[in-house]
């Protein structure tokens, strides 16, 4: 398996661009999460799917972030209008069921720089 | 309530010593503590997992102490290396009502001097 797979590594961006960040899960697995992670706050839940269906997105920082799970294999994550403190890396992880069964499994993240 | 507190922040042991990273938490309902290992440019990947039915879990060279009534758990890692040099991050989750809470604590920077 290809593990999670994120894409683009690395986005630069100017203040008030639209930022979308893509994840794919690993096939098979029911729950995908979103987070962020910076050096002052360390890992960041923002939004977790149980079967495409958002359960909890009240780490979302404000209206202007927003994602969708359109199906199983298919994530975004997006930032409008994108900010200098949305600058983070974030990363997109899935674990097939019961949290004793299987561990999160990330991908490489995406390292987001807004100017 | 939903916090977990790391420490230290950083660390530096020498090749063959003993690596020490603590935790500690407050939400009793909390039932899964996994360590997470992070090297740069990578994602988290899991290391050990414990639950609160045991009070140690060795896999090797890494091994988790759990104490429930102080609601604290450790990580060590015996005979460092220099390959061990990496982030780790305790965690701390719960599926409790139905709802999923998966927590980290803010990490710890480990350097392993050869």
């Known amino acids: 398996d290809a593990g999670v797979i994120q894409s683009p590594r690395h986005e630069v961006t100017e203040m008030g661009q639209e930022v979308t960040l893509r994840c794919k899960p690993i096939?098979?697995?029911?729950?995908l999460f979103w987070y962020r992670q910076t050096m002052m706050r360390g890992l960041e839940l923002l939004i977790y799917f149980n079967n495409n269906v958002p359960i909890d997105d009240s780490g979302m920082p404000e209206d202007r972030f927003s994602a969708k799970m359109p199906n199983a294999s298919f994530s975004t994550l997006k930032i409008q209008p994108s900010e200098p403190r949305d600058s983070a890396v974030y990363f997109c992880?899935?674990?097939?069921?019961?949290?004793?069964?299987?561990?999160?499994?990330f991908g490489n993240g995406t390292r987001l720089t807004v100017t | 309530q939903q916090q977990v507190k790391q420490s230290p922040q950083s660390l530096i042991v020498q090749k063959g010593g003993i690596s020490i990273i603590n935790c500690a938490y407050e939400n009793t309902a909390f039932d899964y503590f996994p360590w997470y290992q992070q090297f740069p440019g990578k994602g988290p990947a899991l290391l050990i997992a414990i639950r609160p039915d045991v009070s140690e879990k060795k896999e090797g060279r890494f091994t988790i102490s759990f104490n429930k009534s102080a609601k604290q758990f450790s990580l060590h890692i015996m005979d460092s290396q220099p390959g061990d040099s990496a982030t780790y991050f305790c965690?701390?989750?719960?599926?409790?009502?139905?709802?999923?809470?998966?927590?980290f604590g803010t990490g710890t920077r480990l350097k392993v001097l050869a």
């Open positions: 965690a701390a989750s719960t599926s409790f009502s139905g709802t999923y809470k998966y927590i």
């Open positions: 992880a899935s674990s097939l069921g019961a949290i004793y069964n299987s561990p999160l499994h």
């Open positions: 096939s098979g697995h029911d729950y």
